[in-house]
């Protein structure tokens, strides 16, 4: 995972290192040198807080044990694949926070899994190998500055629309218009926000 400018995204690292290092973060992937590599990314952005997790159910268990900043998954996870837990973070009944900023990377790119992860709502999808510049660009985004959240029968996640806005003119015209939901940006680690995110319960 090599670094595409090494100078400017190590001067972006320094500028943001003192906030990322407050972000929880969990990485769920099965492939076990994928974790590590992962790991010492984040650490080198900052992140200090790094929980990993190599198959859906143990990444729910820690879900449900820790408020978190972020999740990072694989699309092809044992047991429960990265598109179930997702549904389960956005819209399961007893999610902490639905609005956590997902990113999917993985290495299955074909069209229909792309179209399924942006359904069940991760904020980001990101194909394999990238660098480590595109990973910081995109949790940077995924964490603060979020899109909207759409609340709408059968979806929960970030608006969709966001390339196609530009092309759209007149009225909107759907029946039924979808809950907008502004996710609120917290500063990782803010007791206040740990006290909003709804406990699970025994």
């Known amino acids: ?6 100078v400017s995204i190590q001067a972006s690292v320094d500028q943001t290192a003192h906030t990322l290092e407050r972000v929880n973060c969990l990485v769920a992937d099965g492939n076990r040198h994928m974790r590590t590599l992962l790991k010492g990314v984040l650490r080198a952005f900052g992140m200090r807080n790094v ?5 859906g159910p143990s990444a729910i268990a820690e879900l449900k044990a820790s408020p978190f900043d972020l999740l990072i998954t694989e699309y092809a996870l044992d047991l429960l694949d990265g598109i179930d837990l997702t549904r389960l973070v956005r819209t399961g009944s007893d999610s902490r926070d639905p609005l ?3 990113i999917m990377l993985t290495g299955h790119t074909e069209r229909y899994i792309v179209a399924r992860a942006r359904d069940v709502g991760v904020n980001e999808f990101m194909a394999k190998p990238i660098s ?3 990973l910081y660009v995109r949790i940077i985004s995924a964490v603060f500055h979020p899109r909207p959240f759409v609340k709408a029968k059968g979806f929960m996640g970030p608006d969709r629309r966001r390339h196609e806005m530009k092309k759209l003119k007149g009225p909107d015209h759907r029946r039924v218009q979808p809950e907008m939901i502004m996710p609120k940006i917290w500063l990782p680690g803010d ?3 740990d006290a909003a995110i709804k406990p699970i319960g025994p």
């Open 100 to 102: 956590m900023p997902i």
């Open 191 to 193: 007791k206040n926000r």
């Open 51 to 55: 929980q990993e997790t190599g198959d």
């Open 132 to 134: 480590a510049e595109a």
């Open 1 to 6: 995972m090599p670094l595409t400018n090494g």
